[in-house]
């Protein structure tokens, strides 16, 4: 299943967009993205494949195919991004795709195994996604929803990894009317990122095969040890808290806003500087990626109270509600990579 949000924008419009049947993978580039760009037709329009009753299974070929697949020519030994964009970007589109791409690859600097074998696309009607996978894709759509006003767009994980329960496919579709008013008050590159990192894991990972949210709705809580070692380290106190308010993936997807302030994970962002700080780096390496100690300079005052157990949290709604504009996709299914 999946959770959702609607999204209150102040603008509005619709035309579909749609799309033919040539794909072709290439392999990714640090700081940088490739794409394997779809014809568009006026007849189809992209589809999310609706949520399974139980998780799929794909099966890989295994890291002996052909030679280890960690050793193909592709796999340069570190965590790579690569974009499988499906509808046409302009320039400063790719530009800030590949801005949010280099900052994730700044925190998650370790190499994951690669997957060989033939991964159903997101969407339906769409081409798989034939060959090695390093170290993960993500499908990107920017389409036509509801024009300036509704839904923004939805991003998530769609297929993990068997042996480490990380990401390997994910994908990110978006209002493409959207996309100039973001750019216009300088939030168009966080808003990415954001999106980026729930496709990684972050509030739709926490409790996928493993268990980094704890708590009840009202007062949760991250127990994740590098997260908390950071939160503290900021000046946190107790628990490093969750997002407690707002509809579902709101709360429970996020770091809480009312404490953790411009953190680029909270459900808002705010104008001006939005770090993906060191605290979600902690974060990413309690899922299980090789992430670094380093994140983007945060000051969080010194003494800032996070979650004591049992104690009543405080919703806070500032900033641009991004978690109100959001859909958050949780995964299909499992890639059986070894």
């Known amino acids: 299943m999946f959770m959702k949000h609607a999204l209150r924008k102040n603008y509005r419009g619709l035309v579909a967009l749609g799309l033919m049947s040539s794909v072709f993978l290439f392999p990714s580039c640090s700081n940088s993205t490739m794409d394997s760009e779809l014809d568009l037709t006026e007849s189809q329009v992209l589809t999310l494949i609706p949520d399974p009753s139980e998780l799929l299974v794909v099966n890989g070929f295994g890291p002996n195919y052909k030679g280890e697949a960690n050793g193909s020519p592709e796999d340069r030994g570190r965590f ?40 159903p696309s997101a969407f339906g009607g769409v081409p798989p996604i034939e060959g090695t996978i390093d170290d993960i894709i993500i499908e990107v759509a920017l389409v036509n929803i509801d024009g300036r006003g509704g839904i923004l767009g939805s991003a998530g994980p769609r297929y993990v990894r068997n042996s480490d329960n990380l990401t390997l496919s994910g994908v990110m579709q978006f209002d493409v009317a959207d996309l100039a008013f973001l750019d216009e008050i300088d939030l168009f590159e966080e808003v990415i990122v954001h999106e980026m990192g729930h496709v990684l894991g972050v509030g739709t990972l926490w409790n996928f095969r493993r268990s980094l949210r704890a708590g009840p709705a009202s007062n949760p809580y991250f127990t994740g040890d590098k997260a908390n070692v950071f939160w503290n380290a900021e000046g946190g106190k107790f628990e490093l808290p969750i997002e407690n308010s707002g509809g579902p993936g709101t709360a429970g997807g996020h770091w809480r806003e009312s404490i953790l302030r411009n953190e680029l994970m909270t459900g808002y962002l705010n104008l001006g500087e939005n770090p993906l700080s060191r605290i979600t780096a902690g974060s990413m390496r309690d899922l299980g990626y090789g992430s670094s100690s380093v994140g983007e300079s945060y000051e969080l005052p010194r003494g800032t109270k996070g979650v ?26 499992i890639a059986i990579d070894n």
């Open 80 to 119: 790579d991004i690569t974009l499988r964009y499906l509808t046409p970007t302009t320039e400063r589109q790719r530009e800030v795709f590949a801005q949010a791409v280099a900052r994730w690859e700044r925190i998650i600097i370790a190499d994951v195994p690669s997957f060989t074998g033939t991964l």
């Open 308 to 333: 004591e157990v049992n104690e009543s949290g405080t919703p806070g709604n500032q900033g641009l509600n991004i978690a109100e504009m959001e859909v958050i996709l949780m995964p299909i299914g």
